[in-house]
Each structure stands twice: as structure tokens, then as C-alpha cells.
């Protein structure tokens, strides 16, 4: 079974621009969830997509979106970046089910944003 | 109260000996608890993982002691080898809160020849 794929690996972007990751999951997971990784903050939840629907959202400005697409693939975006937006932005996948149980997430390699 | 508290920051182990990684919580509607290993340039693997009607699940070399009671967890790694040099994260899940994770700060792992 293929793994988390993520795209691209790597970006450099400049300040006040706006980029769009992707992720497609597991085949067969209907969960994604989006992670931003900083040395300073660790690994904090973006949100998480289930069926097209977000049904889950950390604490991060409006500024960073996602959506999810009807084979489960999706895509995060953040306008207007700012420098402190650097970081390793992971996805992961689930089986998971409309009952909010938790299942057990694999992760993607990430995509390294750097803002300049 | 949705912190997960994670030490030491980082542990140097020599090879064949035993490294044990602590994790610390205050939720009590967290109820599935899985640790993570980290590569540079890679993304976290999924390494074990507990609930907590369970006091201890062992994996091959890795083992998850749970005190639901202290409310800690604990990640030991048995005859730990070189290859195991990695970040380590431990993390938290609440059951109605679908595919959320809540992270501990990571522990970087050195095991000596």
C-alpha cells in the first residue's frame, strides 16, 4: 500500500505571497489532518478533513485553510505569508470514521516552507 | 489542561542499554496515547501506541508503560542501537475528537556506539 504522499517537498516563497501544499492519503483513509512542525512549537494540529468536511481546527489565524477533495486527496493554503510561517507542514491519514473515534494517523515526509 | 508534557529533551544512551522517555498529561478525556519516531528530513512513524484500560503493550524492543492514576506514560526502548537515534514524540488523541493530536515537545535520542 503506497504511503502519505506529499507535494512539493520544498518551497521558497517570499513574504505577503501565498502558497498551496497537497497531500494524498492512504488508499482507503477518509481522514486527513494538517500539522505544522517548528523547532520552537513542536508539532501543533492545523485541522482535519473528513469526507470534504472540516470537522476539526487548531488555534492558527484564518489565514490557513484547507480542503479536501471527493477521492480524500487535499490541500492546505496559507495567504499572506509571514516569515514565521517557515516551517515542515505534515499530513496525515486515518481510517477514520464518523464517529470522531480516533484511528491510528500515518504521516507524509512534509513539505519545508520557507519564507523569505 | 491540553498540554502533554514530554522529558527529557534529549538522552544519550549507549548502545545496548536502555532509554526511557517520559510523557506527562491533565486531560483525563484523552484516551489513546501513541509515540512517534522521528528522522531528519522524514515524517514521524508511528511507533506504539496504548489506550488506557491497557498498563503496558510491548512491541519487539519497545515497550509503553501507562500509570493512568499519575496520569504518565512512558516510552522504554530495550537494547537500544545506534539505528534508534531519532526524536521520539509522544502524543494524545481525545475519542470525539477525530484525527487530533496533541504533541509532547520531542526527545532527541543519541545512542553510542
Redesign the interface.
Known amino acids: 500500500k503506497a504511503g ?1 504522499t ?1 507535494t512539493p517537498r520544498y518551497l521558497i516563497k517570499t513574504r505577503g505571497q501565498q502558497v498551496t501544499l497537497s497531500c494524498s492519503p492512504i488508499s482507503g483513509h477518509r ?3 494538517w ?1 505544522q512542525q517548528t523547532p520552537g512549537q ?4 492545523l485541522f ?1 478533513y ?1 469526507s470534504e468536511t472540516q ?2 481546527k ?1 488555534n492558527f489565524p484564518g489565514r490557513f485553510s484547507g480542503r479536501q477533495f471527493s477521492n480524500s486527496r487535499s490541500e492546505m493554503n496559507v495567504s499572506t505569508l509571514e516569515l514565521g510561517d517557515s516551517a515542515l507542514y ?1 499530513c ?1 491519514s ?1 481510517g ?1 470514521t464518523r464517529d ?11 513539505t519545508r516552507l520557507t519564507v523569505v | 489542561q491540553q498540554q502533554v508534557k514530554q522529558s527529557p529533551q534529549s538522552l544519550i544512551v549507549q548502545k545496548g542499554g536502555i532509554s526511557i522517555i517520559n510523557c506527562a498529561y491533565e486531560n483525563t478525556a484523552f ?2 496515547f ?1 509515540w ?1 519516531q522521528q528522522f531528519p ?6 511507533l506504539i ?1 496504548i489506550r488506557p484500560d491497557v498498563s503496558e503493550k510491548k512491541e519487539g524492543r519497545f515497550t509503553i508503560s501507562f500509570n493512568k492514576s499519575a496520569k504518565q506514560f512512558s516510552l522504554h526502548i530495550m537494547d537500544s542501537q545506534p539505528g534508534d537515534s531519532a526524536t521520539y ?1 509522544c ?1 494524545a ?14 526527545t532527541e535520542l543519541s545512542v553510542k556506539p
Open positions: 502519505v506529499q481522514s486527513v489532518s500539522y513542536g508539532l501543533q494540529f482535519e473528513f470537522r476539526n487548531g505534515l496525515a486515518s477514520g470522531l473515534l480516533f484511528a491510528e494517523a500515518f504521516f507524509g515526509q512534509g | 484516551d489513546y501513541p512517534y528530513g522524514k515524517g514521524p512513524a508511528l501506541a514524540f502524543a488523541s481525545m475519542g470525539n475528537q477525530g484525527g487530533k493530536l496533541i504533541f509532547g515537545q520531542g
